[in-house]
């Protein structure tokens, strides 16, 4: 066997075993989830059930009281929708007037919004839920989507690095056809960053699919629970935990997550080494 083949091979067998082994939890929850829920963790160290049973799935499905689980995802998907769309539109304009656009005092912001990428969210986590509830909007998802439209920095930065990497000729070419500056985010800017949005809308969707703090602190309505607060109701300091119809549920949650990657797996890759470039 040839040196190169030995370590093809090598290298084919790490990857694999590492991939296995960041696998594992995801493969135990899924077969879990087909486990008496008393003897999950009596038996997890054998991730074949035994018994097989359906019974999680159906009962997570049900919900909790009038609320299926479906209506769970319906509210969270509602939710990305608003969010997705915000952050596309605001991330997109504001990077680009950071990366197109001269005016006063432009590394200053650009410098204060990359600072605030140092925040945890704790820190104005207070003072954001004290200004809502003077504004009249807790129980509803305002305190959760209007922030969407103005910006997120780490969005913004990716956009700013991804425009910066188109010629300026492209601009001067489109003002001397009579492009305003609003056509010219428009019609160039735009279809040229679809890689950069596209990353954009993939990381929105996975950190907002699965958000927990935020919906726990505004929402208090059953009705209007997401998908990550459903979860966490299978469990109780209380009663017993259903933790069966928990997995159940949580693999069902995880398929949309993993149809989105399969999907858009290739977008990310080109959005992000794309953006560190700089032409």
Not at 173 to 191: E, H, K, S, W
Not at 247 to 266: D, E, G, H, W, Y
Request: charged content about 10%.
């Amino acid at each position: 066997m040839k040196p190169k083949h030995l370590k093809k091979i090598i290298y084919h067998l790490l990857v694999g075993g590492f991939a296995i082994l960041l696998l594992y939890p995801v493969i135990w929850l899924i077969m879990s989830s087909f486990k008496l829920s008393e003897n999950i963790f009596v038996t997890a160290q054998s991730l074949i059930p035994n018994p097989f049973v359906l019974e999680n799935y159906a009962q997570g499905w049900e919900g909790f009281g009038d609320y299926g689980f479906a209506t769970f995802i319906k509210n969270t998907a509602i939710f990305v929708a608003f969010v997705l769309v915000g952050h596309l539109i605001s991330c997109s304009l504001i990077a680009f007037g950071f990366a197109r656009l001269k005016f006063v005092g432009r590394s200053f912001w650009f410098a204060i919004m990359i600072k605030t990428l140092m925040l945890p969210y704790e820190v104005v986590m207070i003072p954001q839920y004290i200004i809502f509830a003077e504004l009249g909007w807790l129980n509803s998802l305002k305190p959760l989507v209007v922030p969407a439209y103005f910006g997120h920095p780490f969005f913004i930065f990716l956009l700013v690095q991804f425009i910066r990497t188109i010629p300026r000729e492209l601009d001067e070419a489109a003002t001397i056809d009579g492009c305003n500056t609003f056509q010219i985010y428009y019609r160039i800017i735009l279809p040229l960053i679809v890689p950069a949005l596209a990353t954009t809308a993939i990381f929105t969707f996975y950190w907002t699919w699965d958000n927990l703090l935020g919906p726990v602190l505004y929402l208090n309505s059953p009705a209007k629970y997401t998908v990550s607060m459903a979860l966490n109701m299978f469990l109780s300091n209380e009663t017993v935990s259903n933790w069966g119809a928990m997995f159940a549920m949580s693999t069902v949650s995880l398929i949309p997550v993993f149809v989105i990657f399969f999907i858009f797996q290739r977008y990310v890759v080109e959005g992000i080494s794309t953006s560190g470039l700089k032409g």
